[in-house]
Structures are given as C-alpha cells and as structure tokens.
C-alpha cells in the first residue's frame, strides 16, 4: 500500500466454521497456520512488489481469538526482525474505522474530520467520534450481542449456514418487515442492546415450528426481514441519535454488518434526511480485510507508532 492504495488484498476464507456452524477457536488457530506463508507470498506475488520493498509490516494486534491472533503476532514479529522493518500492532476495530480511506485504483470520496462511525461486525457494535485517524472516542456501545451476532444466531436458529448475516440478508429480500413484531430495547444514551431481539426471535420461532411443521420454511422470508428490519432500527436510530447529539454532518458505517443492504438503503435514506453525508466502503473492504489492517498501518507507521520486537497479542482490547 503506497498512500493509502491497495495493491493486493488476499483472504483465505476458513470454509472449515461452515461445517460446525460457527468459529471454532482451535480450528480457527490451526487454519491461520496454515494459510499464512502462502496467503503472504501471494499478496507479494500480486502486488508485485519483493518483501525487501516493504516500509513496514503492519498485523492484527486483537481483539480476536487468542490463538489465531498468537499466529499473526509471531509471523509478523519474525517478519519484521529478518526483514530489519518496522513493526506495526493495529487494533482490529480502529482498522474497520480507517477502511474508509483505503484507496483503489479509481479514487473515492473520504471522510473529513471529525465524523461519526458505526462499527458493527461480528464481535462489536460501537459508535465511535473519530477526530483524527488516530484519535478515536467511543461514544456508544452495545451492553451485551454485536448486531453481527444477533444476524448470525437468528439465522442459526432458521437453519441457515454460518455467517447468517448475509443468508438473512438475501432471504429477507421481498418478506415483509412488520409481520413479526419484536421487542424495541429501551437503552439510554447511544448504547444499544440485541439481546433482546435475539431471544424474541428465536422464541417465535419455536412456537411457531411446535403449532405448524413447515412454519419456517413458509415464513423464512418475512422472518428474515422482520429480524433484519428490527436490528437496522436499532442501529440507525442511534446513528440519528449521535449525529443530531454532536452536530457532526458525517457519517461512517463500517464493519461486516455494513455488507448488509438494508442497513446500506436506509442509512443513505437517513443521511439524505438530515443533509448528512455518508461513507459506507465498498463491500470487499467492509467484511475483515487484510487491506484495512494495511490502512491502519500506514497512518501509524506516518506517526511514527512502532512497536517492539516482542509484542504480545491481546484477545481482549
Ligand atoms: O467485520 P467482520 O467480517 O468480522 C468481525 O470482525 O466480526 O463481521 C462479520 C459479521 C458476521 O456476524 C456476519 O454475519 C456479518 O458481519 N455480515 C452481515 C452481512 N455480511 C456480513 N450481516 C448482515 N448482512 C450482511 N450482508
Ligand atoms: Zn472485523
């Protein structure tokens, strides 16, 4: 990445979590060894640039599994040390934030300081005031699921595959949003709850299945954006919240959830409500992305935010 543009961005998907219906930690720790070396080798081959070239070596210092995160920490560490570059210990959620100003060949719009962020993927929901690329205020979290989580547990309780997320997404197109009614949490403030949504879900589901056979299978659709419509509300009436709450005419989504369609559809609705603008990155750089974790990289290694040779990982930031 020079600049801030990107040029190679490889992913080895764990297909592994489909089969089990979820991440198992072992099994996640064991793939990330597995794909290391290659998936390296190959975003050098792709970005045609010798290893010798790089400025720095930038990776995922946490939160995350521990395991997985111990596999990233030591290749980059010994990376960095036979290489002679600097090292460069990003933090997960504040690479999700900066995605906004990964660069591709064409140019996009980026967000001007300060803007509000709402970081929704599969471990967090938070909205963030973010006064700088390196200067970031939580302002808003949730008190207990990731909007992610309550996506991936209503579609487990459907039957559909791991990640649900975006299983729910494409059943819900065409299903009616209000034919089932879930609870609204009553949360002060910019936090936010799922939980809530979660379990009413999952308990229509049951009483539906034990009163009709194929309850699930005639209803997927309207079940599907019902759960959908009820998360996106959740989500966007605290963005209108924040925005309105700190007068800041820009607004960022980012994080896997920020894949999701209806999220993207009323979110732009919103914005051109309030005469905001909105910065939602394309959706390759919105699920987790080596290209963000570079992003992050690049505004540290400007300021000079090194780290040492034994840096450890940390599972919770
Ligand atoms: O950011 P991410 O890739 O990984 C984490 O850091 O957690 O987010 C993954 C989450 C999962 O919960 C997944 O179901 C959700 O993002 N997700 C979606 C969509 N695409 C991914 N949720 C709703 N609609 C989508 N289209
Ligand atoms: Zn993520």
């Not at 690329?133 to 949730?142: D, F, K, N, S, Y």
């Not at 750089?285 to 992050?296: P, Q, V």
Request: net charge neutral; with cysteine; hydrophobic share 45%.
């Amino acid at each position: 990445m020079v600049d801030g543009v990107v040029r190679s961005n490889r992913i080895a998907g764990q297909e592994v979590h489909r089969a089990w219906g979820g991440v198992v930690p072992e099994l996640a720790s064991r793939a990330h060894q597995e794909h290391i070396v290659p998936v390296v080798d190959d975003a050098l081959r792709q970005a045609g640039v010798r290893k010798e070239q790089l400025d720095a070596i930038a990776f995922t210092q946490g939160p995350g599994l521990v395991g997985a995160l111990l596999v990233g920490t030591c290749f980059a560490r010994s990376m960095a040390q036979a290489l002679g570059k600097p090292l460069i210990a990003v933090d997960h959620l504040k690479a999700h934030v900066l995605a906004h100003f990964i660069q591709d060949i064409v140019p996009r719009a980026v967000p001007a300081f300060p803007f509000i962020n709402l970081t929704v993927s599969g471990g967090h929901t938070q909205l963030i005031l973010v006064r700088g690329a390196l200067r970031m205020e939580i302002i808003g979290t949730t008190l207990d699921d990731a909007a992610g989580e309550a996506f991936d547990k209503g579609a487990k309780v459907l039957g559909l595959p791991y990640p649900g997320g975006p299983e729910v997404d494409r059943v819900a197109t065409g299903g009616d949003p209000e034919r089932f009614v879930l609870p609204v949490p009553a949360v002060q403030g910019l936090d936010m709850s799922f939980s809530g949504i979660k379990t009413a879900f999952a308990h229509i589901v049951r009483k539906g299945v034990a009163a009709e056979a194929d309850f699930v299978a005639r209803e997927q659709a309207h079940l599907c954006a019902s759960l959908q419509q009820h998360i996106v509300d959740v989500l966007l009436r605290k963005v209108q919240k924040a925005g309105r709450a700190h007068g800041i005419p820009r607004i960022g989504i980012s994080g896997g959830v920020s894949a999701n369609n209806a999220l993207r559809t009323q979110a732009a609705a919103l914005a051109q409500r309030e005469g905001w603008e909105l910065f939602v990155p394309p959706l390759a750089y919105c699920t987790d992305n080596a290209a963000m974790i570079a992003m992050a990289g690049h505004f540290m290694h400007l300021a000079g935010q090194h780290a040492p040779l034994d840096t450890m990982p940390v599972a919770r930031w």
